[in-house]
């Protein structure tokens, strides 16, 4: 079976009524029986499982939002790695990049992106404006008892 890992004893030739078992390597889903048992005239019983490729990573929905355009519509398959990037006005908390598992989920965990916090904005404008006007008042104020 492509993709698939005997589990019982790896060999090339069964006794009849011999039971085998199979389980998908990493990043492939099994479809079928796991175990099959050998019948008469080479057949299998019931017939042999597929492993096909089909596990995937997604991003989050409610990260959607906040991440760059090139990372939304792309499919994420085991073994895949991604460097996520944050749209302008947010910032990336936790580490940018990430690998697909085997089971689906991300290694490291996905980051987030959080809106940057504007009230630091405000903040610092609203200092600068104070410090202006201060040396501007001392200014006119040392020119003003000059005079």
């Known amino acids: 079976v492509d993709n698939a890992i005997m589990v019982s004893e790896n060999k090339s030739l069964f006794s009849l ?3 085998v078992e199979f389980r998908c390597q990493p ?8 175990t099959v048992q050998c019948q008469a005239q080479n057949k299998w019983g019931p017939g042999l499982p597929n492993c096909s ?8 929905n409610e990260f959607m939002s906040e991440v760059l355009e090139e990372f939304k519509m792309r499919e994420y398959h085991y073994g895949d790695n991604i460097t ?4 302008d006005g947010y910032t990336l908390d936790g580490r940018p990049w990430s690998h697909c598992q085997a089971d689906g989920r991300w290694a490291p965990p996905l980051p987030s992106c959080t809106p940057r916090p504007q009230h630091v904005l405000i903040f610092g404008i609203s200092c600068g404006v104070i410090i202006i006007l201060a040396v501007f008042v001392s200014c006119w ?5 000059r005079t």
């Open 84 to 87: 996520l990037q944050c749209k």
């Open 27 to 34: 990043g492939f889903i099994m479809s079928g029986p796991t």
């Open 53 to 60: 490729t089909g596990v995937k990573c997604s991003l989050p």
């Open 141 to 145: 104020i040392f020119l003003k008892l």
């Open 17 to 19: 009524h011999e039971i």
